[in-house]
């Protein structure tokens, strides 16, 4: 089964226009195929309490920009 180290990226609504995304946790998605990490990303960072914008590959991982409630 694959595994990813994921990376997140925070935006914060309240913030204003232009202020950089905050480096979040980072943790570890194991699922069966590369959709199924991303679907798996997806569904924890919601269980987590999270609006998810974008989870995406890169060369180390991967990344999920993220955004907490207001």
Same mark, same amino acid.
């Given at each position: 089964?694959?595994? =990813?180290?994921?990376?997140?990226?925070?935006?914060?609504?309240?913030? #204003? $226009? *232009? @202020?950089? #995304?905050?480096? *979040?946790? %980072?943790?570890?998605?194991?699922?069966? *195929? $590369? !959709? *199924? $990490?991303? !679907? =798996? %990303?997806?569904? !924890? $960072?919601?269980? =987590?309490?999270?609006?998810?914008?974008?989870?995406?590959? @890169? #060369?180390?991982?991967? %990344?999920?920009?993220?955004?907490?409630?207001?």
């Amino acid at each position: 089964m694959p595994r =990813r180290r994921l990376q997140l990226r925070v935006l914060h609504p309240s913030a #204003p $226009l *232009g @202020t950089p #995304p905050e480096r *979040g946790e %980072a943790f570890e998605v194991e699922a069966p *195929g $590369l !959709d *199924g $990490l991303r !679907d =798996r %990303a997806r569904s !924890d $960072l919601v269980r =987590r309490g999270y609006q998810v914008r974008v989870v995406s590959f @890169t #060369p180390g991982g991967m %990344a999920a920009y993220v955004e907490v409630p207001p």
